[in-house]
């Protein structure tokens, strides 16, 4: 990674493809995001950025490695390949972390206490959910351009989660027929589920 395109990274801000951190305070945290961007889009993590684009370096290069090989070697299940690079500027160290989208999804991440969770990323967030729908890849593009789907991705955009009773009221349809519509939505692998905290919502899953 260049200068440049760190930079390019950075005006980009934090997305669901996208994460910033100053440093790896633990390997069990860090085992969330790695799980998470592969059961979504895949992603690249920046290690030495604060979330508001400062570049900081990192106090020790080797540490945070360790803190990434534990994360993905003992604390996501199944284990990750992931990849880094290292990039100096004015003798600070900023590693680039990239985590391909996973043909072996659902990943676990292990808490403390040795609980086995799946995390997805909603937007710029990492968030837990039970449930995982591993959806159809090549989403039908007459389901996208559909009135329901069109106004759904619009609201979407701009937040990050709904629910069946949000969208019943935003198109005008019973809830019950909202959320089937959003199970619809989710299994043709559009949306991602999230039932943690209750009540279960919907973030989407496309890139943006």
Do not use: W
Not at 31 to 58: E, W
Not at 64 to 73: G, T
Not at 95 to 114: F, M, N, R, W
Not at 136 to 152: H, N, Y
């Amino acid at each position: 990674m260049t200068r440049t395109e760190l930079d390019d990274l950075i005006i980009k801000g934090e997305s669901n493809t996208l994460e910033f951190k100053r440093s790896l305070s633990s390997a069990h945290r860090i085992a969330r995001t790695l799980a998470a961007f592969a059961n979504c889009s895949g992603g690249t993590l920046v290690i030495g950025v604060s979330d508001d684009g400062k570049i900081l370096g990192v106090p020790s290069e080797i540490r945070e490695l360790r803190k990434l090989e534990e994360a993905s070697d003992e604390l996501v299940e199944p284990a990750l390949t992931i990849s880094y690079e290292t990039l100096s500027l004015d003798g600070r160290k900023i590693l680039a972390v990239t985590i391909s989208k996973s043909d072996e999804k659902p990943h676990y991440a292990i808490d403390e206490s040795g609980k086995r969770i799946i995390y997805v990323r909603s937007r710029d967030k990492t968030v837990p959910t039970n449930k995982f729908i591993i959806g159809d890849e090549s989403v039908d593009a007459r389901l996208i351009k559909s009135p329901t789907a069109r106004t759904l991705i619009q609201y979407l955009r701009k937040n990050d989660h709904i629910t069946a009773d949000k969208f019943a009221k935003l198109i005008n349809i019973s809830e019950y027929r909202a959320g089937k519509l959003l199970r619809q939505l989710t299994e043709q692998g559009l949306l991602l589920l999230i039932d943690k905290p209750r009540p279960t919502r919907y973030a989407l899953k496309l890139a943006e």
